[in-house]
């Protein structure tokens, strides 16, 4: 456990001890699972958080690279569920490795034109001696609550880069009360 966050939610991958898709977020963040939304298909796990004003879904995703043109299907399926909620913010990242040449980057285009998603990351996420490849990813039908993506720095010996973003949430203000003086 993190200090400062919720405990780790997580998906593990079934019939496996590895694998999975897991999220941290910050304790003064509301953050409640949405196991509806969930396909036993997918790799992906739903959260809807709340803060201050803002009401959001966050779905960690992962795309295993021999999975079929299928995923992005189950894909739209659960993101179908999660639009039907009437919570219209939602924000999808995780390895998706859908590099834009290949044929799974050309579908992540299709798919993110196709809800109305802006694809963030622009850049290398990944480094072997002999490629460079975007593969993780955020991915948004709210551009604006996205800023200063950054691909960082790979850490010891993994070859993915973390990615990060700021999150641009409302604050809640309070309504001043009013004083009445008679004199």
Not at 53 to 70: A, K
Not at 98 to 112: E, N
Not at 120 to 143: G, L, M
Request: proline share 7%.
């Amino acid at each position: 456990s993190l200090q400062g966050f919720h405990p780790l939610s997580r998906k593990d991958r079934q019939h496996t001890t590895m694998g999975g898709v897991g999220l941290y977020a910050a304790e003064h963040l509301s953050i409640t699972r949405k196991y509806e939304y969930e396909l036993p298909q997918l790799e992906a796990m739903w959260v809807k958080i709340k803060a201050g004003n803002n009401v959001f879904l966050v779905c960690v995703c992962y795309r295993p690279p021999n999975s079929g043109v299928d995923f992005w299907t189950h894909l739209q399926e659960s993101v179908d569920l999660a639009a039907n909620s009437g919570i219209s913010d939602i924000i999808i990242t995780g390895d998706l490795n859908s590099h834009p040449p290949t044929k799974h980057g050309r579908l992540l285009r299709l798919f993110s034109f196709s809800n109305n998603f802006t694809i963030h990351v622009d850049e290398p996420t990944r480094f072997t001696p002999t490629t460079a490849t975007i593969i993780d990813q955020f991915i948004s039908n709210v551009p604006n609550l996205l800023s200063n993506i950054e691909v960082l720095a790979p850490i010891s010996v993994c070859d993915h880069c973390p990615v990060r973003c700021t999150l641009r949430l409302k604050h809640k203000y309070e309504t001043p009360k009013a004083y009445q003086r008679h004199v």
